[in-house]
C-alpha cells in the first residue's frame, strides 16, 4: 500500500491549476523515493506552492535551521514579492541570516515562484 500513497483525492485549490497538481503529484513521489524534503518547490502539508504558503508558523524549523535565527532564536519572517524571497528576523534586525538552510528556503520559493509564474504565462 505504500507505493500507492501519492495517489489521493486533489483539493479545490489544485484542480484549477494543472500545473500545481502536476509539480505536487511529482514532488509527493520524488520525496518517497529520496527527495529531500526541504528541496521541494511545492508544500505536501498546504498543497500550495511553496512561496505561497512558506510564511506558516508549520513552515519554521529550529532544528534545521529552516526560517530560524540562531543568534536571537527566534522564528524568521518571509517576504515573497514577484520575483523573490526574503528572510528577515523582528527580533534582532538581520536580513536573511546566511545558513545553508535559510538559502535552502530562498532557493526554493525562488524556483517555486518561477514555476508558478510559467503556468502563468502558459494560460
Known sequence: MRRRAHLRLVTSH??????????L???????????????????????????ECVGSPDHVIPV??????????????????????????????????DTAANRQVVRACRTSLAASHAHVRAL
Not at 489544485?14 to 509539480?23: C, K, Q, R, S
Not at 520525496?31 to 506552492?49: I, K, M, Q, S
Open 25 to 51: 503529484s511529482a514532488e509527493d513521489l520524488a520525496e518517497e523515493l529520496g527527495l529531500d524534503p526541504h528541496a521541494r518547490v511545492t508544500c505536501g502539508l498546504h498543497r500550495r506552492w511553496l512561496h
Open 64 to 97: 534545521t535551521g529552516h526560517r530560524w535565527c540562531r543568534p536571537c532564536g527566534s522564528p524568521l519572517e518571509v517576504f515573497v514579492d514577484e520575483t523573490t524571497a526574503r528572510l528577515f528576523c523582528p527580533r534582532c534586525g538581520t536580513g536573511t541570516p
Open 14 to 23: 489544485e484542480a484549477g491549476d494543472p500545473t500545481l497538481t502536476a509539480v
